[in-house]
């Protein structure tokens, strides 16, 4: 078709014909197969000319018209266009000081990204991610921003493990600095990606350690947007999953108080309760951040609300955070009046609540005096004869736990009765 086009004013004017042709929009099967063959010439023509400065505006307003629209295609006429070379040259033209055409070619990479794992491999391979990095965050408009974070994302879904590892530093380079922006959809659309590489992590922990994506995930907490807010509560759940240095380190940075505000939000209240069970279970020196915030017994107050999974989680918690405290701490959760709770676990005859809640108990028996005031409440929740019965329940860790309870508090009764 331009084999003999060698002025540039007739390569400009081929350039519009084919934009011209391929925005008709015919659905005939004539013209998708002229439009398949369109590609391959469009594409050596913008990839290989050494665009006069006068005209490039206009060339690149041209090629990306085109490219975008062959990005809608169908899968086998994408591969012809990922064949020419279009990733490398879309990858340049995200570049342009012209908006309108770093976001249409930002768009063609999103739309031809998303057509699988092939073409997301191809645009990897090609650069990408250090071409984002280098150009990016330069005052770009808010519009290429949320495609920049749009083209991350598409990225991050259904990543495999091998190849998350393999770009984890560079995608979590580009997420933190997508996520310290104050758009919104902005922020929501990078802790999703952000989500999608950190479902799994191993090795890469250390990564998100060192970086200062942890602070600002924890101060956005208190962001006005719910869509927001539970994305976030669910990404810092698989960062700190089974990691005590980052769970850790989320105390320390006064996470539990932002979490407190949320745990008697109806359409927060699960997805808090299960993170901060989670931060419960993998630090085991977090009783005391737990119970001077007054979580424990926000938790008590509510916990004949929760539905089943939610009680496990809570009792789950609590139960870690008993095997780990001091005298002082179990004291301070009879004061909570904790007995109740306790008893409201044993009358649903549940095993995911009965051997915490007997676990929370025996925890409490070992170390702290059993006083008049508990006995009496005890007898007034029927405790200890739902106990007693529970010596004879067909599990045997219930059994265990149980005869264990029994017998600890009979010794601290008799040791009671004999100072007296």
């Not at 495999?160 to 600095?177: D, G, Q, V």
Request: charged share 20%.
């Amino acid at each position: 078709m331009i084999e003999n086009a060698t002025s540039t004013a007739v390569k400009l004017q081929w350039l519009s014909n084919a934009r011209a042709f391929l925005e008709i929009g015919l659905p005939s099967s004539m013209y998708f197969a002229i439009r398949s063959s369109l590609v391959i010439e469009l594409v050596e023509l913008a990839r290989d000319y050494e665009w006069p400065v006068v005209d490039e505006i206009r060339m690149q307003e041209d090629v990306c018209s085109c490219l975008l629209i062959f990005s809608t295609v169908e899968t086998e006429q994408l591969k012809a266009l990922t064949q020419a070379g279009a990733i490398p040259l879309l990858l340049n033209l995200t570049s342009s000081a012209i908006t309108e055409v770093s976001q249409k070619a930002t768009q063609a990479l999103i739309n031809i990204i998303q057509n699988g794992s092939r073409f997301r491999n191809l645009a990897l391979g090609s650069n990408l991610l250090p071409t984002i990095q280098a150009v990016y965050f330069l005052d770009l408009p808010i519009g290429q921003m949320c495609l920049i974070s749009k083209l991350i994302l598409v990225l991050c879904q259904d990543l495999s493990p091998a190849m998350t590892s393999k770009y984890f530093n560079e995608l979590l380079n580009i997420i933190t600095k997508l996520i310290y922006q104050d758009d919104i959809e902005v922020l929501l659309t990078s802790c999703w990606a952000l989500t999608f590489i950190t479902c799994d992590l191993n090795d890469e922990l250390k990564a998100i350690q060192d970086s200062k994506i942890i602070p600002r995930l924890i101060a956005l907490i208190s962001a006005t947007s719910l869509p927001l807010k539970k994305i976030l509560i669910r990404l810092i759940d698989n960062i700190t999953m089974g990691d005590e240095q980052v769970a850790k380190l989320f105390i320390k940075l006064k996470g539990l108080n932002y979490l407190k505000e949320y745990i008697q939000d109806s359409s927060l209240k699960k997805e808090v309760i299960w993170l901060l069970s989670n931060i419960a279970t993998t630090y085991q020196n977090s009783a005391s951040a737990f119970f001077h915030s007054g979580i424990v017994q926000l938790w008590i107050e509510i916990f004949s609300d929760l539905d089943h999974a939610t009680k496990i989680e809570v009792l789950g918690a609590i139960s870690a955070l008993t095997l780990h405290s001091n005298p002082e701490e179990k004291s301070h959760l009879m004061e909570c009046n904790i007995i109740p709770l306790l008893q409201t676990a044993l009358i649903e005859d549940s095993l995911e609540l009965l051997i915490p809640a007997l676990t929370i108990m025996r925890g409490l028996f070992q170390q702290i005096p059993v006083k008049e005031p508990l006995i009496a409440e005890l007898d007034r929740c029927k405790a200890k004869e739902y106990i007693e019965i529970l010596q004879k329940h067909q599990d045997r860790d219930v059994q265990r736990l149980s005869k264990s309870i029994i017998r600890k508090l009979t010794i601290r009764l008799s040791s009671d009765i004999s100072q007296k």
